[in-house]
Each structure stands twice: as C-alpha cells, then as structure tokens.
C-alpha cells in the first residue's frame, strides 16, 4: 500500500513519455535540421530562380510559387531534402542493381575496397602494435614514421600511389583498397599500442611470478585487455577507410564507385547527384561503424567486461 | 677453525632440525634510486624462515615490509647482500615455482570466469585438462568457493574474490605462500574469517608463510614468528617467536599470553618509529 503512496506521480503527457527516450529527441534534432536546409535551399537557389524569371519576361510571381520553383530546380546550388531523397529513392530501390546508374552498384564497389582496405589496415596496425610494445627498438624507429604518415594530406599522395602502382601493373581493387589502408592503420596502431600497454602492474606482476613467457602474457593478459581498445579504434578505422576509398576513386577516372559518382557529379553540375552520394556515403559509414559495435557489444559480454 | 657466523648457523640447524631452511637473508639491502636521491628502502637484513613457519612481517607504512617479500619473489633485486629460497637465488626458485603469491588486491581477470582465473597459473605451467579440472575443484574447496566455478569475478564479495585468488596462488601447489597484506582491504569481520580459515589451511597442508600486515592482532594471531620493521631505513628491529600453541581459535586474543606478545609487538613498532623529525 505506502508503495503506492510512495510513487512518484504518473505524468500523462504524452511529449514527456516521448522526450525521455532517445527517439524523441532524435526526430526534434532532424526536424531542425530540414527546416534550417529548406529555408538555406530557398535562400541559395533565390538568385538563379530571379534570373530565370527576368529571362523569361515574368515579374509578378507570387511568393508561394517562387518559393515551389526554388525548390524544384535541375541543377540548384543546394538541392532540397526532398529532391535528394526522391534521387536516392531513384536509383536504390527503382534502378536494377545492375545498372550503372544504380546508387547500390556504386556503393557495392566502394563497399569492397573500403572493406578490403580497412582489412589489410587492421591487421598492419595489430602487428606494427605489436611490434612497438615488445621492441624498444621497432618503438623508437617505427613510431615517427606512423606520426608523420598521417601529415601528410591525403588528398596529395592518393594519385601518386594509384599513378606507381599502375605503372607496376596493380590495378582495380587494390589501388583504391591501399588508400584505405593507409587512413585506417593509424588509429588502430595507436589504439592497440595503448590497449596493450594498459594491463596494471599487479597483472604484470602476476604474471612473472608465474615465469610467464612474453608469448603467454601476450595471449592471456596483453591481448584480453586490448579488445575494448580494438574496437574503438575499428569504429575509427572503418570510417577513416570508407574516406580513403571514396578519394581513391577521385584520382582515377573511377567509372564506377560513390567517388566516381561524386566526380561525374561535379562535372556536370548534378548537385542533387553529388548529395545523394553524400548520403549514401554517410548511411554506409554508419551501418559500418554500427556492425563493429554490435559485435563489440557481443564481444564484450560473452568475455564477461559488459554487465 | 669455525667463525662465529658458522657456530652460530650451526646451533640454528639443531635447533631447527624439523624443518629445514626456506628462506635465507643474509645482509640484505635494497636501494631505489629516485630524483630525490636514493632511498634505503632495505637495510642490513638478516632474517631465516623454517619449513612450516608462519612469519608475519609488520611495519608502518615505507617500513619496507611489501619490498622484502617482493625481493623473496624475485619481483625485486637486492642491491647488497645474499639471499637464497629454498638454497638456490629467487630467480631459479620462481622458475621452479616454489611460491605462490598473494597481492594486495585480488587481481582477477576480469574476462576470465573464477574457475578460469585460478586456471591462469596451471594453463602457464601447461598443466593437462584433467589435471586442471581436479586441482581448480581441489583448491575451490579449500576456501569455500565451490559453486562459484563459472562467475566473474565482479559478481563476488571482496573476500570472495580475495579467496579465490588466494585458490589461485594456491592451485600451484607452492610449499611457500607469499602474501601481502591479502586482507588489508577488508572489513574487519570479513577479515577474522578469512584469517581462522588460513590458520587451517596452514595447519592441513603445513606450508610455509610469510604474510605481509599492518594489523597488530591479525599479525600475532597468525604467526609462529613475527618480524617488527621500521622505515628509514627499512630494517628489522625486533623478531618475535609466538609460543602460542599451532592450533589456536580467535578465543585466543583474549588470553594474557597473546596480549603479551601483541605489547611487546606495539613496543617494538613505537620504539622504532621514530616521531623526532
């Protein structure tokens, strides 16, 4: 009985019932978000859609179709959400896979050099980890080169990479898979070389008064203890991946691939083309960084670190 | 022609001639050198340990009490003088896994289930299965865990985990136990507990310990021989044989004899804790 008394009172607001989730607030931030697109579309595409009208002898357009018309051009600066999710409804679900014109073809290509790259990266980056922390050697000599490789722009050294390996007769995949290795090593060298590094001194301890071999506190104490310090560098090193493959498709005249679209985009002034790139581009960084996170969260429970 | 040194090991042997020599420190010193300067934190130690002793080492903090059971561990190197665990260097004897030892903290692994956690040493040494199976039961049992096999170590009590990592150390099957202040984190009826069930462990399985406290009572209950340490340099400043008898229940720190022996320990920790500067 008191614990009903006790309770705190039920609110029967259904906009606080929502709030407190996380959907709620999500859908408040998006909508913003449209609306402040909607009215920068109207904004931008304003200058063009008055020239259009003087061209044409009109003067007297009432706001709500000036407006409509803003909204509804080829080629505007900033095409509107509806424009881009019309393209992109378009060329997924309308367009045969096997088309060239279909978005899914495009991000199947960029999809495998980004996977492909973000593989041979996550494993350069768990060996260089392990190499730094058992050598002090391969720390002091390795270490700089990692740094400064990451100074250097990417944008600079992805034609030459795709320019020598085609000239010793790698092309394709590869090429465009090396560019998203190079972006995506670098946080999984560093993230591992602190997550192997991280077990306490009372774990290392343990260890030598077991006269571990370097080899057994590798695989029962280093190794166990970089996991969660793996994944969070994947999350990084997948999205680093998905870049690196889009801007190896810039330099090569890619036909095919969301770096491609992107380029023949631009070419012809086809922003809505280069926007619903954008988004496929987004949409496929997330569903990638979400699948490492679910297998993070499997990961973690079943070794007993996720309560 | 015999040395005084001699003579004197020599009555140490017949008075000893039950349990022969586990540990021998002989003018042992440690010195850590800091930005500050070195610091001594061990000083001309000499200390013997017997087979089947309970040695506790008692001291305030920076006594050097947790350095010289690291340096009996090999954890530590001594920067002067000899010692020897069971007559060779404490590095061969820890190859030989002649201990095992107890930290301050449990120091489970968090993905490894208990069961698992007590496994770590004997999966090491590339012990079979079955070996495993039966000595993880063995050692579970011994300290009241069976039942507990496939929790982690976050779903157990303090003393719970602090139990199954002494299960740990245990399950190397050590005739030494090193352990450093295993209890000190614990509450003080959690504590007597655990401290009545070592006192029967030791008396089953006849090991020798050397235990590391900050506790006057746990020190005195415990022991066979308790080591009084004082900081600055860390040295011994009075060794302590109990003779209370081995088999003793915590009705015994009620008793004029226990009581004497736990003074004379206060004594000792005074008198060599020098307030002066």
Same mark, same amino acid.
């Given at each position: 009985?008191?614990?009903?008394?006790?309770?705190?009172?039920?609110?029967?607001?259904?906009?606080?019932?929502?709030?407190?989730?996380?959907?709620?607030?999500?859908?408040?931030?998006?909508?913003?978000?449209?609306?402040?697109?909607?009215?920068?579309?109207?904004?931008?595409?304003?200058?063009? #859609?008055?020239?259009?009208?003087?061209?044409?002898?009109?003067?007297?357009?009432?706001?709500?179709?000036?407006?409509?018309?803003?909204?509804? #051009?080829?080629?505007? $600066?900033?095409?509107?959400?509806?424009?881009?999710?019309?393209?992109?409804?378009?060329?997924?679900?309308?367009? $045969?896979?096997?088309?060239?014109?279909?978005?899914?073809?495009?991000?199947?290509?960029?999809?495998?050099?980004?996977?492909?790259?973000?593989?041979?990266?996550?494993?350069?980056?768990?060996?260089?980890?392990?190499?730094?922390?058992?050598?002090?050697?391969?720390?002091?000599?390795?270490?700089?080169?990692?740094?400064?490789? #990451?100074?250097?722009?990417?944008?600079?050294?992805?034609?030459?990479?795709?320019?020598?390996?085609?000239?010793?007769?790698?092309?394709?995949?590869?090429?465009? @898979?090396?560019?998203?290795?190079?972006?995506?090593?670098?946080?999984?060298?560093?993230?591992?070389?602190?997550?192997?590094?991280?077990?306490?001194?009372?774990?290392?301890?343990?260890?030598?008064?077991?006269?571990?071999?370097?080899? #057994?506190?590798?695989? $029962?104490?280093?190794?166990?203890?970089?996991?969660?310090?793996?994944?969070?560098?994947?999350?990084?090193?997948? @999205?680093?991946?998905?870049?690196?493959?889009?801007?190896?498709?810039?330099?090569?005249?890619?036909?095919?691939?969301?770096?491609?679209?992107?380029?023949?985009?631009?070419?012809?002034?086809?922003?809505?083309?280069?926007?619903?790139?954008?988004?496929? @581009? @987004?949409?496929?960084?997330?569903?990638?960084?979400?699948?490492?996170?679910?297998?993070?969260?499997?990961?973690?429970?079943?070794?007993?670190?996720?309560? | 022609?015999?040395?005084?040194?001699?003579?004197?090991?020599?009555?140490?042997?017949?008075?000893?001639?039950?349990?022969?020599?586990?540990?021998?420190?002989?003018?042992?010193?440690?010195?850590?050198?800091?930005?500050?300067?070195?610091?001594?934190?061990?000083?001309?130690?000499?200390?013997?340990?017997?087979?089947?002793?309970?040695?506790?080492?008692?001291?305030?903090?920076?006594?050097? *009490?947790?350095?010289?059971?690291?340096?009996?561990?090999?954890?530590?190197?001594?920067?002067?003088?000899?010692?020897?665990?069971?007559? %060779?260097?404490?590095?061969?004897?820890?190859?030989?896994?002649?201990?095992?030892?107890?930290?301050?903290?449990?120091?489970?692994?968090?993905?490894?289930?208990?069961?698992?956690?007590?496994?770590?040493?004997?999966?090491?040494?590339?012990?079979? *299965?079955?070996?495993?199976?039966?000595?993880?039961?063995?050692?579970?049992?011994?300290?009241?865990?069976?039942?507990?096999?496939? *929790?982690?170590?976050?779903?157990?009590?303090?003393?719970?985990?602090?139990?199954?990592?002494?299960?740990?150390?245990?399950?190397?099957?050590?005739?030494?136990?090193?352990?450093?202040?295993?209890?000190?984190?614990?509450?003080?009826?959690?504590?007597?507990?655990?401290?009545?069930?070592?006192?029967?462990?030791?008396?089953?399985?006849?090991?020798? %310990?050397?235990?590391?406290?900050?506790?006057?009572?746990?020190? %005195?209950?415990?022991?066979?021989?308790?080591?009084?340490?004082?900081?600055?340099?860390?040295?011994?400043?009075?060794?302590?044989?109990?003779?209370?008898?081995?088999?003793?229940?915590?009705?015994?720190?009620?008793?004029?004899?226990?009581?004497?022996?736990?003074?004379?320990?206060?004594?000792?920790?005074?008198?060599?804790?020098?307030?002066?500067?």
């Amino acid at each position: 009985m008191t614990d009903t008394a006790l309770a705190p009172p039920k609110s029967f607001s259904p906009f606080t019932g929502l709030m407190s989730g996380t959907v709620g607030p999500v859908i408040v931030v998006v909508c913003v978000i449209i609306a402040i697109w909607y009215v920068a579309a109207v904004a931008l595409n304003a200058a063009f #859609q008055q020239d259009t009208y003087e061209r044409a002898g009109r003067d007297d357009v009432p706001f709500t179709e000036f407006v409509a018309d803003t909204l509804a #051009q080829e080629r505007p $600066k900033l095409p509107a959400p509806h424009q881009v999710a019309v393209e992109l409804w378009n060329t997924t679900v309308e367009k $045969k896979i096997t088309s060239k014109r279909s978005l899914i073809h495009h991000s199947t290509i960029t999809l495998s050099s980004t996977l492909l790259g973000f593989f041979i990266g996550t494993s350069l980056g768990i060996l260089l980890a392990i190499g730094i922390v058992h050598s002090g050697v391969l720390e002091k000599s390795l270490m700089p080169w990692v740094i400064s490789s #990451q100074t250097i722009p990417i944008l600079a050294i992805a034609p030459m990479i795709i320019v020598v390996l085609g000239n010793i007769g790698v092309t394709g995949l590869l090429p465009k @898979a090396l560019i998203s290795t190079y972006l995506s090593f670098f946080p999984v060298t560093v993230g591992m070389v602190k997550g192997l590094r991280s077990p306490e001194v009372i774990h290392m301890d343990l260890m030598h008064t077991y006269s571990a071999t370097r080899i #057994q506190t590798f695989w $029962k104490l280093r190794l166990p203890y970089a996991v969660p310090y793996l994944f969070t560098s994947m999350k990084i090193g997948m @999205a680093a991946s998905l870049v690196g493959a889009i801007i190896g498709e810039l330099p090569t005249g890619a036909v095919a691939g969301l770096g491609a679209r992107l380029l023949a985009g631009s070419y012809y002034g086809q922003t809505i083309q280069i926007w619903s790139a954008l988004f496929m @581009a @987004a949409f496929l960084a997330g569903s990638l960084v979400a699948l490492i996170g679910l297998m993070e969260k499997l990961t973690l429970k079943r070794m007993g670190l996720s309560r | 022609m015999l040395t005084a040194a001699e003579i004197e090991d020599g009555l140490d042997d017949a008075m000893n001639e039950q349990g022969k020599r586990v540990i021998d420190i002989e003018n042992l010193s440690l010195t850590f050198q800091t930005n500050d300067g070195p610091v001594h934190a061990l000083s001309d130690i000499d200390l013997k340990i017997d087979e089947g002793d309970f040695v506790s080492f008692i001291g305030p903090s920076g006594c050097g *009490k947790t350095t010289l059971l690291r340096v009996i561990a090999d954890l530590e190197q001594p920067t002067a003088g000899s010692i020897t665990v069971n007559d %060779v260097s404490p590095q061969e004897a820890r190859l030989n896994r002649a201990y095992g030892y107890v930290f301050q903290a449990a120091a489970l692994y968090p993905w490894r289930t208990i069961a698992k956690n007590v496994a770590l040493p004997l999966e090491i040494m590339g012990l079979s *299965k079955s070996e495993q199976q039966e000595r993880i039961a063995r050692n579970m049992d011994l300290v009241n865990l069976t039942g507990f096999e496939k *929790k982690f170590p976050w779903q157990l009590s303090g003393g719970m985990q602090q139990r199954a990592s002494i299960a740990r150390a245990l399950a190397v099957e050590p005739d030494l136990l090193l352990m450093d202040e295993p209890f000190g984190a614990l509450d003080e009826i959690v504590r007597d507990h655990l401290n009545e069930q070592l006192l029967q462990l030791w008396a089953k399985t006849n090991k020798t %310990v050397a235990f590391v406290t900050h506790s006057i009572p746990e020190a %005195v209950f415990l022991s066979t021989k308790i080591v009084v340490l004082c900081p600055r340099p860390g040295r011994i400043y009075d060794v302590i044989e109990s003779d209370l008898p081995r088999d003793r229940n915590l009705d015994i720190r009620e008793t004029p004899e226990f009581l004497k022996i736990a003074h004379r320990v206060r004594d000792g920790l005074r008198a060599g804790h020098s307030y002066e500067d």
